[in-house]
């Protein structure tokens, strides 16, 4: 809002200030229900295997570093997912 109490031309009214990163928008690299061979490459803080395809990360429950499993996406965020062992 301007002094006057009229929007101003820099932000549309109803305008929140809330950013989302490029990423948020873009498609992910994989989809619900998919099966995909991965090795898990990392342990996350909560303990979950984690891999990654073309770099967008995938939280794998009760899998450990080093493991080559088979996995089916359950669960598709805007900066993660989360895959099941099949």
């Known amino acids: 809002m301007s002094e006057e109490g009229q929007p101003s031309a820099?932000?549309?009214?109803?305008f929140s200030g809330r950013r989302f990163p490029k990423t948020y928008f873009m498609e992910k690299p994989v989809k619900v229900g998919e099966e995909i061979d991965v090795t898990i490459s990392e342990?996350?803080?909560?303990?979950?295997?984690?891999?990654r395809v073309q770099g967008y990360v995938i939280f794998v429950p009760n899998a450990k570093q080093g493991d080559s499993v088979k996995i089916r996406i359950t669960q598709i965020r805007p900066n993660y997912a989360i895959g099941q062992v099949v």
């Open 10 to 14: 820099e932000q549309p009214e109803g």
């Open 43 to 51: 342990v996350s803080r909560r303990g979950d295997g984690l891999t």
